[in-house]
């Protein structure tokens, strides 16, 4: 009886130990300082080595760390651990499609849905990978269709924003840009603080050649992604994230050609400048300062911009028009 008492008294404490470790990785997390995270989930894990919760909430930090091996081995474990679950499978589908395995992503989305058990908010996130999926391999009929289910199924607001701006994506692939605009408004209605929410919806405005209204909804973007202090100036921060810059970028670089194409050359040269120095990787900017420089009659400067658009892999992306702008702007 007194063994029994002590081993209880022992796994108690385990788990209190886990639990506190576990709560150390979440705040990690939230911090973005994912090594730490690592640490206290494998703290976590070895004071409760059968937890599977444990080890798919380390997966999501290894994953957020690339470190993919780990994070897919952690995910393997946790499945092992609770077969039943359909959470874990979900979040292994999720991990799979994040990397465009989009078998592995498949199969784990299918025995989740055979295991979600009526629960409607799982199904319904479930659905929305299967659209992603499908969107990702292009059938997007079948994508749009799944995306349109998932808004009957009033789902969580966060899944709602992510349909409605995946099917303005999709629907503007299609160059149906007036379908794509009608979502994305209603995206933007629900969601009117996201920037980038405007950043897709003035796309689909540049698509149709309605450069001045998609100068209007990138004026509302920009506004939205600058930080004000208490006193109402802007907040110069070296902690912005990668991501943040990229967004930023795509934003003054799309408006950048908005104003160029209403004429506004001065306007539009700065603020592909500003996009280039935010993401100096992106192609497409470079793409628009030549053709900024060539109505200027900058014929060096389009060359050489002309020239680094296609080193950063234009071509593969967007097609064969940088080819022809080199060949009209460079010297022989």
């Known amino acids: ?172 692939r299609m160059n149906r840009n007036d379908e794509a605009i009608l979502y994305l408004e209603q995206a933007v209605k629900s969601h009117p603080k996201v920037a980038s929410v405007y950043n897709n919806l003035g796309f689909r405005y540049l698509a149709k050649n309605d450069y001045a209204k998609a100068l209007e909804i990138y004026d509302k973007a920009i506004s939205l992604s600058v930080k004000k202090g208490d006193d109402g100036t802007t907040v110069i921060s070296n902690k912005t994230s990668a991501q943040d810059d990229v967004s930023s970028a795509l934003l003054y670089n799309n408006r950048g050609y908005a104003k160029f194409k209403l004429g506004d050359l001065t306007g539009a040269m700065t603020d592909v400048n500003k996009s280039i120095s935010l993401s100096p990787d992106n192609s497409y900017a470079f793409r628009n300062r030549a053709l900024i420089h060539s109505a200027q009659n900058e014929m060096a400067s389009a060359c050489q911009d002309a020239t680094k658009a296609l080193e950063l892999g234009f071509t593969k992306s967007y097609g064969e028009e940088m080819e022809l702008l080199k060949k009209s702007v460079c010297k022989p």
Do not use: W
């Not at 909430?57 to 081995?73: P, Q, W």
């Not at 991990?95 to 299918?110: G, K």
């Open 1 to 172: 009886m007194k063994q029994l008492l002590f081993m209880l008294l022992v796994c108690i404490a385990a788990s209190a130990q886990g639990k506190k470790q576990a709560e150390q990785a979440e705040l990690s997390m939230k911090k973005g300082d994912y090594k730490s995270a690592e640490k206290f989930y494998s703290d976590a894990i070895a004071a409760e080595p059968k937890n599977a919760k444990y080890f798919n909430s380390r997966a999501l930090a290894y994953f957020m760390d690339k470190e993919f091996d780990k994070a897919n081995e952690d995910y393997g474990t946790a499945i092992k651990l609770s077969p039943e679950s359909a959470y874990f499978l979900y979040d292994r589908a999720l991990f799979y499609f994040s990397l465009n395995y989009l078998a592995e992503a498949s199969l784990d989305h299918d025995i989740a849905l055979q295991k979600a058990n009526g629960d409607k908010v799982l199904q319904t996130r479930l659905l929305a990978l299967n659209a992603d999926i499908k969107r990702n391999k292009g059938d997007f009929e079948g994508a749009i269709q799944d995306y349109k289910s998932v808004l009957e199924r009033d789902p969580e607001e966060g899944l709602k924003l992510a349909c409605l701006t995946n099917l303005g994506a999709v629907l503007g």
